[in-house]
């Protein structure tokens, strides 16, 4: 079983940044980068969005339409950790935040794709 815990959520006016981090750790056969990482966010009412996604080797990235130029995701598979930064935050980025692993490796955006989910953490973005 992997564990995901993802922090870096908080209150940021528009146009602000925040880098959301997100921690693996499982029994000791497991390896943080066999595994396919990627972020999603879901607001009230709303189904949980795609936003990005990072190869198990980290040399290719993609992104949903919504965030591409503003939003970087990144891993250090040293560290076990993989990393959302987020600039020039709108209102409409408010949003619970969650990062996923996936055993595969295409490039999912469904959250079907993924076996792994942490527990959110919000984030707020201020008019």
């Known amino acids: 079983q992997v564990q995901l815990v993802e922090s870096g959520g908080g209150l940021v006016q528009a146009g602000g940044s925040l880098r959301l981090s997100c921690a693996a750790s499982?029994?000791?056969?497991?390896?943080?980068?066999?595994?396919?990482m990627g972020w999603f966010r879901q607001a009230p009412g709303k189904e949980r969005e795609f936003l990005a996604g990072i190869i198990q080797n980290g040399r290719s990235t993609y992104y949903a339409d919504s965030v591409k130029g503003r939003f970087t995701i990144t891993r250090d598979n040293n560290k076990n950790t993989a990393y959302l930064q987020m600039n020039s935050l709108k209102p409409e980025d408010t949003s619970v935040y969650f990062c996923a692993a996936s055993r595969l490796s295409d490039r999912g955006i469904k959250t079907s794709f993924y076996d792994y989910w942490g527990q959110g953490t919000q984030v707020t973005v201020s008019s």
């Open positions: 499982g029994p000791t056969f497991y390896t943080f980068n066999t595994y396919l």
